[in-house]
């Protein structure tokens, strides 16, 4: 009766050890005196032989991996001091494996290489400007893709590379910034120039308009002005044909009233004078 307990209990123990189960988050790989002879396991219950394999398992989840900035060079020659940050996870993990014997800090160290030299070689091909505020997007899906690339040999898919802030060494900042103001204050006097163009052309044009008008104004007055005297003269001309006495008298009444007008006024005449006619006669005769 003992040793039948003690033998299932031995039965037990041999089942129990001969059983690994696989969660939905891990990926495993079976080993046999040291060698992979399986890695392709979905979640559940699996078997091994016990003593002779044994069962690695790596986490599935996406992991972050956070690096220390780094200093680069720009295609100008400038230092920029970057620091960034990638999303990654195993997707083979018997290549990951082999790759990084199943060390963290070796598989951190790998990708991290990865990762640098992908981001020395985008910024090496771009200026400060554009690192900083113009291609920052596309700089960031290069990366993503530059290092995805060198990962995979580690068994490793790279989600996502993201610069977290690039600063510039003390010694670059005030020479950045500097050449930064001059170029604004360029562009700035360009769009002055351009407006001060354009609106000495506008005051040209209006000049222009302005005369053109004027000279238009001045022939239309000019041109009823003179048919204006032509009928002021016809209708004199009609009245004074109709009583050319009459007419001669009104016109000299005018004449002594402009001359007589003011108490200095003095007139040197013959007294024989066609001027004063009506003085001598109603009728104008001398």
Same mark, same amino acid.
């Given at each position: 009766m003992g040793f039948f307990f003690i033998g299932a209990i031995l039965l037990i123990g041999v089942l129990a050890s001969s059983l690994f189960v696989v969660n939905q988050w891990e990926m495993a790989i079976k080993?046999?005196?040291?060698?992979?002879?399986?890695?392709?396991y979905t979640p559940g219950l699996h078997f091994k032989i016990p003593l002779i394999q044994n069962v690695k398992k790596f986490d599935g989840r996406i992991q972050t991996m956070?690096?220390? @900035?780094?200093r680069f060079l720009t295609i100008e020659k400038k230092d920029v001091i970057v620091d960034a940050y990638a999303k990654w996870r195993i997707t083979n993990a018997a290549q990951y494996f082999r790759s990084t014997g199943d060390n963290v800090a070796t598989a951190t160290r790998l990708l991290t290489e990865r990762i640098t030299t992908s981001l020395r070689d985008e910024f090496g091909k771009r200026t400060i400007q554009e690192v900083i505020s113009g291609e920052r997007a596309e700089i960031m899906a290069l990366l993503t893709k530059d290092a995805d690339e060198k990962a995979s040999e580690l068994g490793i898919e790279v989600?996502?590379? +993201?610069?977290?802030?690039?600063?510039? @060494?003390?010694?670059?900042?005030?020479?950045?910034y500097d050449r930064?103001?001059?170029? +604004?204050?360029?562009?700035?006097?360009?769009?002055?120039?351009?407006?001060?163009?354009?609106?000495?052309?506008i005051r040209a044009d209006a000049d222009a308009?302005?005369?053109?008008?004027?000279?238009?104004?001045?022939?239309?007055?000019?041109?009823?002005?003179?048919?204006?005297?032509?009928l002021s003269a016809e209708i004199y001309a009609n009245a004074f044909r109709k009583n050319a006495e009459f007419y001669a008298f009104y016109r000299s009444l005018n004449?002594?009233?402009?001359?007589?007008?003011?108490?200095?006024?003095?007139?040197?005449?013959? @007294?024989?004078?066609?001027?004063?006619?009506?003085?001598?006669?109603?009728?104008?005769?001398?």
């Open positions: 080993l046999q005196f040291g060698k992979i002879v399986d890695s392709e956070n690096s220390n @900035p780094e989600l996502d590379v +993201r610069v977290k802030q690039i600063d510039l @060494p003390t010694e670059v900042s005030q020479s950045v930064m103001r001059a170029e +604004r204050e360029r562009v700035a006097a360009d769009l002055r120039a351009q407006g001060a163009e354009a609106g000495e052309k308009q302005r005369v053109v008008i004027l000279a238009n104004a001045y022939k239309g007055s000019e041109e009823i002005r003179g048919e204006g005297d032509g004449a002594y009233g402009k001359t007589f007008n003011n108490d200095g006024n003095m007139m040197v005449l013959d @007294p024989d004078s066609e001027f004063f006619r009506y003085f001598k006669s109603a009728e104008g005769k001398k």
